[in-house]
């Protein structure tokens, strides 16, 4: 399609929280969605479990909100949270009106209990497609909007932003038969970024390659304010078979009864908390890393590795549920590599999952640039504090991405010029992109075993030398007036381990999902606070 000169308002993403902002923007205005690859192609799409709600009325919406609370270990804004738990079971309602479809039975609609709930309300879709069915519902119902259109397969390479404002932003085709990476620019009324997360940063992920934290980076270039980088949820439990992607096996697993047992069969939650495998994820995660190191090793990241001992997902037990017919996305893939969750021991490790800091905005979305605002995974609010309480995500998507796309029209800001593109980049070379795949691939594993589930000093202060090096690489590349969709993809990961790194370091206290071995314990005195990472690369800790 012909992308315009200008539009009202540009939404940087198309999962639940963009799709969600772009259909409420629809109505006032021309809105450009832009997504990296085809429409669909999100942490939306692959998000397994379901989706936490309270549709039971004001007991449940209260309990909902406790458990939110709860699980993020003292952080939680809660006028976030009342937000969220309040305003959901609209917001679910609002989706089912217009056309997703959960899972149901006898006209009443099937809810299970996830780690850390106080009763079962998540609602899924064909077993353990929720993400993909409310994506589904989202984008056909978005399509039918003559006001809202699509740039698939492009990327926004930069903010157009002067004096704090935010005007636009530069487009480049992002697509495999791309004749060039050449950007141009769009000037917006306001500008939201609503790409997802970064789980690409880490080496062992359950997020899709397209995670690569692009919205992120970009607001911080921009001069954004960032927050509570340092808290990544890492799922417990992700497929570990050599050679096989951190296939993520579904918390529901564990919420339709599975166990799990170290290398000598032995059950071991009991060790690490009362709610055993339905504890917070966290804590979970944590114990599957300390049972799956080797004997005497000290633990230094969550990442077992070499001779390390493994960790096992066991449902052999389970008779009340047909496995196949209740998770057929998960027994497919497993049965592929010859699993079956009915007869064998899964084999299972921590993966990088989820991101609960992002671009610091207000409950509206609001970020600290005048013009952009920010929605989903990429936003910190506060919501979920130091760790996320299992399937709230497609729910923040829909309520904060309804919540920003308010705040943008409350806003009316003018259409302002938003001066010329950047410069033409000149293509890498084949050699450079392999070399580039090489230091991405260095970057992951350093972050992996330095910034992971378990952290120190030591480990964190080597993962920024390895960070360092890795920017110095880009720079070369930059400085040439090199450019390319993968270049961009990197510097947004260099820029996000990072902000990482800087303030996993400055918190020296052990919180949620971050975890210090040098600092164990919870320390509220001077650490009930969120962190807040400015341009001058300077944390802060902040009561909200």
């Known amino acids: 399609m012909e992308i315009p000169s200008k539009v009202d308002f540009l939404v940087m993403g198309a999962g639940v929280a963009g799709l969600r902002a772009a259909v409420e923007l629809a109505r006032h205005g021309e809105v450009l969605v832009v997504t990296k690859e085809s429409l669909g192609e999100s942490n939306t799409h692959y998000a397994q479990g379901g989706i936490a709600v309270a549709m039971e009325g004001d007991e449940d919406i209260a309990l909902h909100l406790e458990d939110t609370v709860n699980a993020g270990d003292g952080i939680v804004y809660r006028p976030a949270a009342e937000a969220l738990v309040a305003e959901g079971p609209v917001r679910v309602a609002e989706l089912m009106e217009w056309g997703a479809r959960f899972d149901s039975a006898g006209g009443e609609l099937l809810r299970t209990r996830e780690g850390a709930h106080s009763l079962a309300r998540i609602l899924h879709a064909n077993g353990d ?63 939201l970024i609503a790409s997802g997360g970064a789980g690409q940063v880490y080496s062992d992920t359950t997020n899709p390659a397209v995670a690569t934290g692009d919205g992120i980076a970009l607001a911080a270039q921009a001069g954004a304010e960032l927050a509570d980088m340092e808290f990544y949820q890492f799922h417990p439990t992700a497929l570990s078979l050599p050679g096989v992607p951190r296939f993520l096996l579904s918390e529901a697993l564990r919420g339709e009864g599975a166990w799990l047992r170290n290398d000598k069969g032995e059950r071991f939650m009991e060790h690490y908390h009362p709610k055993l495998e339905l504890a917070p994820r966290d804590v979970v995660a944590r114990a599957i890393a300390r049972e799956g190191m080797a004997e005497g090793k000290e633990a230094v990241s969550g990442s077992p590795q070499g001779d390390a001992r493994m960790v096992y997902l066991d449902m052999r037990h389970v008779r009340n549920v047909n496995l196949g017919e209740r998770f057929p996305g998960i027994s497919a893939f497993l049965a592929q590599h010859g699993l079956d969750l009915t007869r064998d021991l899964i084999p299972v490790r921590p993966a990088a999952h989820y991101l609960m800091g992002g671009i610091r905005t207000d409950l509206a979305g609001r970020t600290s640039l005048k013009g952009l605002y920010a929605a989903g995974e990429a936003a910190c609010t506060g919501v979920h504090g130091a760790n996320r309480l299992a399937s709230n995500s497609l729910l923040e998507g829909l309520v904060f991405g309804a919540r920003a796309a308010q705040a943008m029209l409350d806003d009316g800001l003018p259409l302002v010029a938003a001066g010329a593109a950047e410069r033409v980049p000149i293509p890498l070379t084949a050699e450079e992109e392999a070399h580039l795949e090489k230091l991405i691939a260095e970057l992951q594993s350093a972050m992996w075993a330095y910034a992971g589930v378990l952290r120190g000093n030591f480990g964190l202060l080597e993962g920024f030398a390895s960070q360092a090096e890795f920017a110095d690489g880009l720079k070369r590349l930059v400085r040439q007036g090199k450019g390319s969709r993968r270049l961009s993809e990197a510097l947004a990961l260099s820029r996000v381990a990072n902000a990482i790194l800087h303030s996993a370091l400055a918190r020296t206290e052990s919180r949620g999902a971050h975890f210090r071995n040098d600092y164990p314990r919870r320390d509220d005195e001077n650490f009930q606070k969120h962190s807040v990472l400015g341009r001058e690369k300077q944390v802060v800790f902040e009561a909200w």
Not at 140 to 157: D, G, L, N, Q, Y
Not at 158 to 185: F, I
């Open 129 to 191: 497609a929720t993400g993909a069915e409310i994506s589904r519902s989202l984008a056909a119902f978005a399509r039918v909007h003559k006001s809202i259109r699509f740039a698939e397969w492009t990327m926004v390479t930069g903010l157009a932003a002067a004096d704090g404002r935010v005007m636009g932003a530069d487009l480049a085709s992002a697509g495999p038969m791309a004749a060039g990476h050449q950007p141009y620019r769009i000037g917006a009324r306001a500008v």
